[in-house]
């Protein structure tokens, strides 16, 4: 079975913090992604990455940026925190682009920013 | 208006309760379609597919209907682990995970 890690389950930071919110897979997929999920509003992709050192801005991705540098590991950076980016963060691998391509989530890590 | 809606609810029904949800996309070029669960406090996974067929899987069944762009999902004789938050996905892309978009989930609780 793929396995999704993400590194913190819960995060609690302060107000202009940098924050790296981490994740590893270890099935050798090319796709990685990261979502935000908030009450009401399903699902928000803010980053993703189709290879090493490859990256494409989502539909939410400012106040964010990522790193991979490894397949395997792809970071998100939250550069100065703020109370509006509390949320569930959850990152995703894929192995390719199809169609029917099948998301494999990690668990989530739930950041609060006060 | 949202891309993918669905009804919050919640549902609660009863065990061995037949349940439907349905899950309506705005884009019309939507290429591709799928039902994840959601247990509390736990990540998506998939549960199936939707083929513009319609298709079973046990208990599941999912129906895509193009010409009103609604997608579908059936669970009959409920059981108590069925309880979770069913998210409508849909892929308006072509060929590309990115596309995804999610809906904000149906939360189903079967009752004992």
């Known amino acids: 079975d793929v396995k999704v890690t993400q590194s913190s389950r819960y995060l609690v930071k302060r107000t202009g913090e940098k924050v790296f919110l981490e994740c590893v897979q270890d099935m050798d997929h090319e796709n990685m992604f990261w979502y935000r999920q908030d009450p009401g509003l399903g699902l928000r992709l803010i980053y993703f990455s189709y290879d090493v050192k490859m990256k494409e801005k989502g539909d939410i991705p400012e106040g964010y940026s990522v790193s991979r540098e490894k397949k395997e590991r792809f970071s998100l950076i939250l550069e100065s925190a703020s109370t509006n980016q509390t949320s569930m963060y959850l990152c995703?691998?894929?192995?390719?682009?199809?169609?029917?391509?099948?998301?494999?989530f990690g668990s989530g890590t739930q950041l609060s920013v006060l | 208006r949202k891309e993918v809606e669905q009804d919050p609810g919640p549902f609660n029904v009863p065990e061995g309760a037949t349940v439907a949800f349905n899950c309506t996309y705005s884009?019309?070029?939507?290429?591709?379609f799928f039902w994840y669960r959601q247990d509390c406090r736990k990540e998506p996974k998939l549960l199936m597919s939707v083929y513009s067929s319609g298709n079973e899987d046990g208990r599941f069944t999912a129906q895509l209907n193009r010409a009103s762009q609604y997608i579908s999902l059936l669970i009959r004789d409920s059981k108590l682990s069925d309880s979770a938050t069913y998210l409508c996905v849909v892929n308006g892309g072509i060929g590309s995970a990115r596309q995804l978009t999610f809906g904000s989930g149906t939360q189903l609780t079967v009752l004992p």
């Open positions: 995703a691998s894929s192995l390719g682009t199809g169609l029917n391509e099948k998301l494999f």
């Open positions: 884009n019309s070029a939507s290429q591709s």
